[in-house]
């Protein structure tokens, strides 16, 4: 069997000891896994001391394959190194490398060696998309790391903080918890049904949250909320649309007025929907809400955290754009007609307020560190487009034409009330309040964005 060997090498912002330590932390795994993989976690043991397993599973469609990865070297903070147990390659072995640089930097590097599965066959067959493979995954761990490294150091002289998240096993959520694990600060969900030692249980239909656990906590994120595009809306479907919003907060803010040791900060979802149907108006978070079925439930959402203000704890209402991650949502539902051709959506001059799941993230965390952020926040990208802009600049990335418009009226039939609001709407909100409080965007275009969740 002839091995493979594959480098890749990045100049990383922080000593070799902050690099190597982040690597240990619990979600760095989730952050270093690419979007576009349909990858997770399904078990891990022993963190990346020699003997330790992982164990991750690739879902396509039916099928559920595995790789179990055990880790054979660990030399903090210069290297760690697994290798493949049980999985696709013929043999895999990958060190990670992290080496000290002039003027307090470091070094990472990932040295592979692999061999493809059929011998010279497989390699001459499948050697180049292989080749291919590794340097889109390569690129995108060593961005992710690079610039979860500057962010944990920016803010390094604020302490360690103990979160509690609603909706933490959601897109936006998970991808909170692992980033906020790897800066070092504590993570617990806030769930229905406890998982895991330190989840807090709550009720909301019975009006009934573990106050207790709440208790002394430094900050609460609050995500937890029906999909809004899980179905065609009817009379029920809106009711549990607002219901989950409102009820929810409700209980959640009420507790947290009441604790004796409050929360400093509570981090609230909100939408642009908040803003309802505008034309080509741009909206910062002075502007006046709309007067659709959204707006309303914007509105009535974002009043519900005022008994939190009032008992003292700051609060920011983070209006989420359109988030953009082929993992889920919006996304992940827009590629497959983009693969086919599919072009704009009616007469694709509504504008989309959109953002990348890595600064979605970066919004919250960077509402959580910032003292001086409160009240309503535009989660947005800076550069929102018009739809018909948005399904070319996607066409661009995949490579692929875009042909195939859907009229409004097929849209508005098979969608009904949801089309209106959710797709052919045109909300152009701006992010005035975080670029004000010196907010970095990760991606601040569209292509950039997609280029990364997509490895293109």
């Known amino acids: 069997m002839k091995l493979q060997t594959y480098s890749r090498r990045c100049e990383l912002p922080v000593d070799a000891d902050a690099a190597f330590a982040w690597h240990e932390q619990p979600g760095a795994i989730d952050r270093l896994l690419p979007p576009w993989e349909n990858m997770q976690v399904e078990r891990r043991t022993g963190g990346l001391h020699a003997g330790a397993e992982v164990v991750l599973v690739n879902r396509l469609g039916p099928l559920r394959l595995r790789w179990l990865a055990e880790h054979v070297a660990y030399q903090p903070p210069r290297l760690f190194e697994d290798v493949q147990r049980r999985g696709p390659f013929a043999h895999w072995d ?68 103990r979160v509690a998240i609603t909706g933490c096993s959601g897109l ?174 009616g007469s694709g001059r509504q504008y989309w307020s959109w953002i990348g ?29 018009t739809n018909s802009e948005f399904t070319k600049v996607l066409g661009r990335v995949i490579s692929r034409p875009t042909i195939l418009p859907a009229p409004a009226f097929g849209l508005k039939l098979a969608l009904g009330q949801m089309a209106d609001q959710l797709l052919l709407a045109s909300c152009r909100a701006v992010p005035d309040r975080l670029q004000q409080s010196n907010y970095e965007f990760r991606h601040p275009t569209l292509e950039g964005a997609l280029r990364f969740q997509l490895g293109r």
Not at 364 to 371: E, F, K
């Open 94 to 161: 990958h060190q990670h490398r992290f080496s000290s640089e002039a003027g307090g930097g470091a070094s990472l590097e990932d040295h592979v060696e692999y061999a493809v599965p059929g011998g010279w066959l497989g390699q001459a067959v499948a050697g180049g998309f292989v080749r291919r493979q590794l340097d889109r995954m390569f690129a995108y761990r060593h961005e992710t790391t690079v610039a979860d490294l500057s962010l944990h150091q920016r803010y390094r002289e604020k302490g360690l903080m």
């Open 172 to 345: 936006v959520g998970s991808e909170l918890k692992s980033l906020l694990t790897t800066g070092g600060h504590e993570v617990r969900a806030i769930t229905r049904r406890r998982q895991n030692e330190g989840d807090i249980e709550w009720d909301i239909a019975a009006g009934r949250i573990d106050a207790e656990q709440l208790e002394g906590l430094d900050a609460v994120v609050h995500l937890a909320g029906e999909n809004i595009a899980a179905g065609r809306w009817n009379a029920k479907q809106k009711a549990k649309i607002r219901d989950s919003r409102i009820e929810g907060t409700r209980l959640l803010c009420q507790t947290l007025a009441g604790l004796q040791h409050k929360p400093k900060v509570l981090v609230a979802a909100s939408a642009t929907g908040f803003y309802g149907d505008r034309g080509d108006e741009v909206l910062t978070e002075d502007s006046p809400p709309g007067d659709n079925f959204l707006a309303d439930v914007c509105r009535e959402w974002e009043a519900q955290t005022d008994v939190a203000k009032q008992a003292g704890i700051r609060v920011v209402n983070l209006r989420f754009g359109m988030i953009l991650s082929p993992k889920d949502g919006a996304l992940k539902k827009m590629l497959l007609p983009a693969k086919l051709g599919g072009g704009r959506l």
């Open 357 to 385: 799941l890595d600064d979605a993230a970066g919004a919250i965390h960077h509402a959580l560190m910032t003292d001086s952020l409160s009240g309503p926040v535009n989660a947005v990208a800076p550069n929102p487009m």
